[in-house]
């Protein structure tokens, strides 16, 4: 059986200090890996995918991630992080057998805190 | 991009009743679509897949009698809980697959409390 862990529950970061978010995942074959954003009342949002090709993701509001499949690793990293970054994080892990997707796999998320 | 509504946004239903939460895919068709909850603070579990047509498939420990999922349509899947209980209380979240990518994408929710 897949699973995800994301071993920060919290994370403090300044305005305009980098940040990584950390993701390991278990999965018996290929994954499909994923990082979801999540603010206070709003729905999941996709920050970005990896299926396949380059291991360095680039997704929206400049996140980027890479795939490292020795490490069974999927970190998500952004440069400079805003206060607007302030939410819940999901590392998520799924499947395409059969030529569809499965549910996905959720981390138990990384709740970002920006600190001014 | 793909835009997925989920009705109502927000229930409180009294202990013993049923619910109806309905997720609809507004500018795709979904051939599956997928239910999931969140209580507070806590990650999404997967429920159940939910596919068009036809019965839907449960999580291990989910109980279908008591979750029911109808996806009568490809825009269209509707979970039922039945006899709410306040152990049921939760945040619901239903996810609709493109099937151009495969991506899911994810509804706004659905916070159900049950007194």
């Known amino acids: 059986a897949q699973s995800v862990t994301q071993p920060d529950i919290h994370i403090t970061v300044s305005e305009g200090a980098s940040l990584e978010l950390r993701c390991n995942y278990s999965?018996?074959?290929?994954?499909?890996l994923f990082w979801y954003v999540q603010s206070p009342g709003q729905g999941l949002q996709l920050l970005l995918k990896y299926f396949s090709g380059d291991t360095l993701v680039q997704g929206i509001k400049g996140f980027e991630a890479e795939f490292k499949r020795s490490q069974s690793s999927f970190n998500l990293r952004k440069p400079s992080v805003h206060w607007s970054d302030a939410a819940e994080y999901f590392c998520?892990?799924?499947?395409?057998?059969?030529?569809?997707?499965?549910?996905?796999?959720f981390g138990k998320g990384t709740h970002l805190i920006i600190q001014p | 991009g793909a835009v997925v509504s989920q009705h109502p946004s927000w229930v409180i239903c009294k202990s013993g009743t049923s619910v109806k939460i309905e997720c609809r895919s507004l500018d795709f068709q979904a051939t599956t679509m997928f239910w999931y909850r969140q209580f507070p603070k806590q990650s999404l579990m997967l429920m159940a897949t939910?596919?068009?047509?036809?019965?839907?498939?449960?999580e291990q420990g989910v109980e279908k009698d008591k979750f029911l999922i109808n996806h009568a349509s490809l825009t269209l899947s509707t979970l039922t809980v039945t006899s709410a209980h306040p152990e049921d209380s939760s945040f619901y979240i239903c996810?609709?697959?493109?099937?151009?990518?495969?991506?899911?994408?994810f509804g706004p929710g659905t916070r159900l409390t049950v007194t």
């Open positions: 996810s609709a697959e493109s099937p151009a990518t495969y991506e899911q994408y």
């Open positions: 998520a892990v799924g499947a395409m057998e059969g030529g569809g997707a499965d549910g996905l796999t």
């Open positions: 999965y018996g074959a290929t994954p499909y």
């Open positions: 939910s596919n068009e047509g036809s019965k839907a498939t449960y």
